[in-house]
């Protein structure tokens, strides 16, 4: 209960019906572990914040990118609500530390592994959605989701638009080289170094060899940007 306070005092949004955000918050291991009575997981919350998500997310871009074509408003919400970048927005909540976890899934890095933390991010719209209504819910995504738009399709395409941007520019051949490996096989981290022209330009971490090298990519993008600001000052 002592958590669940913090997290609405994290979240800025006081819950009328204190049992949906518990079942935001409830993972489908620990009620199969508690032997808790049937859909008194976040699975259906899932559902319903996933749908309250795209509405949101579909008219704020529409309002905000008035010259973008269909296509292209298509490829950047999906940008933004794909389990990724919804994992990284729950860094600034710390959502894995207040989700009701099983054992076995605790155990093995459950708090932050991306789908469980996606998902959990859709149930608490979901439940805030139930509990205070669609402006509950779309002031929550507009506060923890749709910022920082530009920074967070970086981080969603990554990996394609450094490949652009280095070809565009002749930099030179990029390579990504595994540079190390921890942990039991079921919660591994990898890092991997990225090397853009025979000289290693970032580092990346993450549970797979993909999330290390998007990571790697961000980091290297970010860079190539600043790099570029300065010169045009």
């Known amino acids: 209960?002592?958590?669940?306070?913090?997290?609405?005092q994290v979240i800025g949004y006081e819950f009328k019906q204190a049992g949906l955000l518990q079942q935001a918050l409830t993972h489908s291991s620990y009620a199969n572990e508690k032997r808790m009575k049937r859909h008194s997981d976040n699975e259906r919350l899932e559902f319903l914040g996933d749908a309250v998500l795209e509405i949101v997310a579909s008219e704020y871009l529409y309002n905000n990118f008035p010259q973008m074509p269909e296509g292209e408003l298509t490829k950047l919400r999906a940008s933004l609500v794909c389990e990724p970048t919804l994992a990284y927005c729950t860094?600034?909540?710390?959502?894995?530390?207040?989700?009701?976890?099983?054992?076995?899934?605790?155990?093995?890095?459950?708090?932050?592994?991306?789908?469980?933390?996606s998902d959990a991010l859709e149930a608490v719209i979901g439940a805030i959605y139930l509990d205070g209504g669609f402006a509950s819910a779309k002031e929550f995504i507009l506060k923890f989701i749709l910022t920082d738009i530009e920074h967070k399709q970086l981080f969603y395409d990554s990996k394609t638009i450094l490949q652009e941007t280095v070809q565009g520019r002749g930099i030179g051949a990029m390579d990504y080289k595994l540079a190390g490996e921890s942990g039991p096989d079921?919660?591994?981290k990898f890092e991997v170094e990225l090397w853009i022209g025979g000289k290693k330009t970032s580092t990346g971490e993450g549970h797979t060899k993909k999330a290390a090298e998007q990571e790697a990519a961000y980091k290297a993008l970010i860079k190539l940007h600043a790099a570029e600001a300065k010169r045009q000052q």
């Open 1 to 8: 209960m002592r958590k669940q306070l913090e997290f609405q």
């Open 91 to 117: 860094k600034e909540l710390h959502l894995g530390d207040f989700l009701l976890l099983g054992r076995g899934e605790d155990r093995t890095g459950g708090r932050k592994r991306s789908s469980i933390l």
């Open 186 to 188: 079921h919660d591994k």
